[in-house]
């Protein structure tokens, strides 16, 4: 079971935090932490953003316009 000392709003303090087990295949990865002096549950989560990539873009209204002329 993984553990980590993480802030806790209810115990409001440091508080050590374990995975419980994880119904959804994550293991060690999860996401999902419970403070162990409360049982409060924290969700982490971590996001990646990529470049945009110019295809993507929207002109904006009337540019197309401009390009034209």
């Not at 709003?9 to 087990?21: A, H, I, Y």
């Not at 994880?22 to 409360?38: I, K, L, N, S, Y």
């Amino acid at each position: 079971m993984s553990e980590r000392e993480l802030y806790c709003d209810s115990c409001q303090g440091v508080q050590l935090f374990e995975v419980p087990p994880c119904g959804d295949g994550h293991g060690v990865d999860c996401p999902e932490f419970v403070c162990t002096a409360c049982g409060a549950a924290v969700l982490i989560a971590t996001f990646r953003f990529g470049p945009a990539r110019l295809s993507d873009r929207r002109p904006a209204p009337g540019e197309a316009h401009r390009r034209a002329a």
